[in-house]
């Protein structure tokens, strides 16, 4: 069973298209996240609901707009993609706010 | 000055060696520690989640906390071709639910 899955797992687009990526947990937890690790493999956080508000928003351009239409489901929209939105975006959920966090396979998004 | 610091790597080791993964971090605010090991292309996947500074042991693994040294680290005993992987540290104070990560050392272990 798949605690935190991702999907698309792949994502080529050219720059400028708009393209979202979904995220659900069957974990039950209250709190879910999405990173960013670039190619250096440093993991950055850039957003976190709670119950479906937000409660983490990093300095992320509004070109990246997050929705929770549930406790199990994050999704990921971004909008004007830009070469350097190359990345891997993973999704994370935890059982609260203070709590570990599990993550998903990731989505390897590539911006030509 | 970055808040985590972990040394990148790469680590080559033989097969039954002993490894020690290391992390420093600035903010004396950090409550939580937790070590994630990542396979090449995929998420990362919790290991130790420890509290405070002390020693936590699962398996092969120990996690220690210093905290007056603000250093952890986390060892692997009779290291395994499987452990060969990406490791990184990651902490938060109590307070948020924010967790900052390092950047991660690359092991290899050798049959």
């Known amino acids: 069973d798949t605690a935190v899955s991702q999907t698309p797992k792949y994502l080529v687009t050219q720059m400028g298209n708009d393209k979202s990526i979904k995220c659900e947990q069957n974990?039950?937890?209250?709190?879910m996240y999405w990173y960013k690790q670039d190619s250096k493999k440093f993991l950055k956080i850039m957003f976190s609901?709670?119950?479906?508000?937000?409660?983490i928003n990093e300095t992320v351009p509004n070109r990246f707009s997050p929705k929770s239409p549930d406790k199990a489901h994050l999704n990921l929209h971004i909008n004007s993609l830009e070469l350097g939105d190359s990345a891997v975006y993973f999704c994370?959920?935890?059982?609260?706010?203070?709590?570990?966090?599990?993550f998903g396979p990731g989505t390897r998004l590539t911006v030509t | 000055q970055k808040e985590v610091e972990q040394d990148p790597g790469p680590l080559s080791v033989p097969e039954g060696a002993i490894v020690s993964l290391n992390c420093t971090y600035s903010?004396?605010?950090?409550?939580?520690f937790m070590w994630y090991r990542q396979y090449s292309r995929k998420g990362p996947e919790l290991l130790m989640y420890?509290?405070?500074?002390g020693n936590k042991e699962d398996g092969r693994f120990t996690a220690q906390v210093d905290k007056s040294s603000k250093y952890i680290s986390l060892f692997i005993r009779d290291s395994q071709p499987s452990d060969s992987a990406t490791y990184l540290c990651?902490?938060?104070?109590?307070?948020?639910?924010?967790?900052?990560f390092g950047d991660g050392t690359t092991l290899t272990v050798k049959p």
């Open positions: 609901y709670n119950n479906k508000e937000l409660i």
């Open positions: 903010n004396s605010a950090f409550q939580y």
């Open positions: 420890t509290y405070s500074s």
């Open positions: 994370a959920s935890s059982p609260g706010r203070l709590s570990e966090q599990y």
């Open positions: 974990l039950g937890h209250d709190t």
């Open positions: 990651a902490m938060r104070p109590t307070n948020a639910g924010k967790s900052t």
